[in-house]
C-alpha cells in the first residue's frame, strides 16, 4: 500500500498524519537529525498537529450534530446510576 498526500504535502488521513508526527518526534527526541534538519521536521510537525486538530474538530462538528440534545457532560471514573 502506497503513502498518500496531497500535492500540498498535506496527509492523506488523520491516521497518516498521526504516524508520520510520531516518526518525527522519535527521530527528534532521539537526537538523530542535524540542526536544519530538526528546524524542517518542527515546522512538518507543527503542520501535522495543526491538520490533526482540524479533523478532530470536523468529526466533533458530525458528532454533534448526529447527537443534538443527546450529548452529555463525560465524567471520567463515574458510573451512571441504576435506577431501583
Do not use: H, I, N, W
Not at 20 to 32: D, S, Y
Not at 65 to 72: A, F, I, N, Q, S
Amino acid at each position: 500500500m502506497s503513502k498518500k498526500t496531497t500535492p500540498a504535502g498535506e496527509p492523506a488521513s488523520f491516521e497518516d498524519a498521526m504516524a508520520e508526527l510520531e516518526r518525527l518526534v522519535a527521530q527528534m527526541e532521539a537526537g538523530e537529525l542535524p540542526l536544519e534538519a530538526s528546524v524542517a521536521a518542527y515546522k512538518r510537525g507543527s503542520e501535522l498537529v495543526k491538520f490533526c486538530a482540524a479533523q478532530l474538530e470536523k468529526v466533533d462538528s458530525q458528532v454533534k450534530v448526529l447527537e443534538g440534545d443527546m450529548l452529555k457532560p463525560f465524567s471520567a471514573g463515574t458510573e451512571p446510576e441504576a435506577e431501583e
